[in-house]
């Protein structure tokens, strides 16, 4: 008898630690925020994020870049983050509210086809638990959430120069985030949520 139940717990035991991410193990997701500086600006402060990169994703046609028009490609960041910190879900429901997760063709000022929103998952449990995000947020908002959410593909970093670009370039970022009206239709939209 003591036999099995140390079998039992042990199996247990074993079970829940594989289920886990290893203590320091650190993981990333890509989010597609309208303006990839605007949210690289906005996430990085979060909680259990370790870095942001800003880029391209969701496109097929190799190397990207701003120059070339990155046809197809949405302006994204890929967030490494720390899971013992934030979540997955948690860090999602981060990402919706730094954007305007209802207009389905950009954000703010920024509108076109790369500027649209999407979370990109990268397992069938990500797809899940922003699915479920989404559908709080929906609820929250009562209204349509336009945002994606679409499967990982490659992520390619943008150019050196839009890397951090709001705290390398503060008043050129702060000119355009005023002249956009961000912040006001991120308050309009959120209203304290």
Known sequence: MKTRLFAAVAASILLAS????????L???VFAGGCFWSAEHDIEHTPGIKGVVVGYAGGTRPNPTYENGHEGY????QVTYDPA????PQLVDAFFHHI???DPNGQICDQGPSYRTAVFFASPQEQAEAQA???QVGKALGQRIATEIRPAGTFWPAEAYHQDYARKNPV???AYRVGCGRDARLKAVWRGR
Do not use: F
């Not at 594989?18 to 193990?25: F, L």
């Not at 949405?74 to 960041?77: Q, W």
């Not at 910190?85 to 997955?88: D, F, L, Q, R, V």
């Open 74 to 77: 949405l302006e994204s960041i």
């Open 100 to 102: 305007d997760p209802t």
């Open 27 to 29: 993981k990333t997701a």
């Open 85 to 88: 910190k934030i979540s997955y």
């Open 133 to 135: 995000v989404k559908a």
């Open 172 to 174: 050129c970022y702060t």
């Open 18 to 25: 594989s289920a886990a991410p290893a203590a320091g193990a």
